[in-house]
Nanobody
């Protein structure tokens, strides 16, 4: 059983930066996909960054491309560097991991609020 622990959210002014972290514990064998989604009030959860496979291929939606960067230290820890934050980035950010053809496993969520 895999468990994910998130850290690094908070309140930041527009234009500011944060670094979100996600650490996995338990059996992480065969994890092939990992990343972050976010969910703003009244909106659907949306993917904001993913990193796949041994080669670490990354994907970002256009809304965050160039501002968000996903990285991983090792097989258990990954980070999301978020720069140039905008009020519309305000949301709960959830990290996830996934094995092929298996359900996503989610972290507890981390509030990011962008406000002056």
């Amino acid at each position: 059983q895999v468990q994910l622990a998130e850290s690094g959210g908070g309140l930041v002014q527009p234009g500011g930066s944060l670094r979100l972290s996600c650490s996995a514990s338990g059996d992480i064998f065969s994890i092939s996909d990992r990343g972050w989604y976010r969910q703003a009030p009244g909106k659907e959860r949306e993917m904001v960054a993913s990193i796949r496979g041994g080669g670490g291929i990354t994907r970002y939606p256009e809304a965050v491309k160039g501002r968000f960067t996903i990285s991983r230290d090792n097989s258990k820890t990954m980070h999301l560097q978020v720069n140039g934050l905008k009020p519309e980035d305000t949301a709960v950010y959830y990290c996830y991991v996934q094995r092929a053809e298996s359900p996503m496993i989610w972290g507890q969520g981390n509030q990011v609020t962008v406000s002056s």
